[in-house]
Each structure stands twice: as structure tokens, then as C-alpha cells.
């Protein structure tokens, strides 16, 4: 799984994204996780699967959803971006992830029938 994280430098979720790596490596998740500037999500946005935006770029969330081919996009919430939490910011990209195979395999076709 590739996890992208975005924000205003990219400097201060290249932290975090040492920390979410030590989590996954520790629980035995295979993820790729790296970390950019908000200028470069259009690019990188297109070979993910879960994007997330550190909380001082909130402001972009809803421009930059526009432009993420259905790739999900959340905020990190403050509290675990300020404490460097990874394992909490890794279950978000997880629960994220899920949610999106969900909406993708559900067929309004059940629904009709």
C-alpha cells in the first residue's frame, strides 16, 4: 500500500512519516509511505492509495479532493500530527484505504434489484 502524506514543505510530515514507518515495520504492514509539498500532489496523487494532509494545509482539503481521481484525502487530525503519533496516523491511512475498497466493489445494481 502506498501512502503519501502532504504538507505546506513537506519537512514536518517527513517526521512523521519515520514514525509511521517504524509502526508498520513493527506490525508487519507493507506499506510505502513517503512525504512531499502540497505543490506536488496533482503529480503524486495519481500513484497512491490513501493521501493525507498535514493540519496546516486543511484549507486546500477540498481543492485538492477535486484533483485526487477518487484517491482518498483526509486531514491529519492536530492532535496526532503535533505528538508525531504514527500508529494513529497509520490506522487513519488503513481505515481510509478500506473504506475506499469498499465504495469501489458496491454495485447500485443490488440496490435496484
Keep these: 500500500m502506498k501512502i503519501k502524506l502532504f504538507c505546506a514543505l513537506g519537512m514536518s510530515t517527513s517526521m512523521l512519516m ?13 506499506a510505502e509511505i513517503s512525504a512531499y509539498s502540497s505543490t506536488q500532489f496533482e503529480d503524486e496523487v495519481k500513484d497512491t492509495d490513501v493521501a493525507l494532509l498535514g493540519p496546516q494545509i486543511e484549507f486546500m482539503l477540498d481543492d485538492l479532493k477535486k484533483v485526487s481521481n477518487g484517491v482518498p484525502v483526509a486531514v491529519i487530525p492536530m492532535q496526532d500530527y503535533g505528538m508525531m503519533n504514527g500508529a494513529n496516523v ?24
Design 90 to 113: 497509520l490506522k487513519l491511512a488503513l481505515k481510509l484505504v478500506e473504506e475506499a475498497k469498499k465504495w469501489k466493489s458496491f454495485s447500485w445494481k443490488k440496490l435496484s434489484h
Design 18 to 30: 519515520n514514525k509511521m514507518k517504524q509502526v508498520a515495520k513493527e506490525k508487519g504492514i507493507d
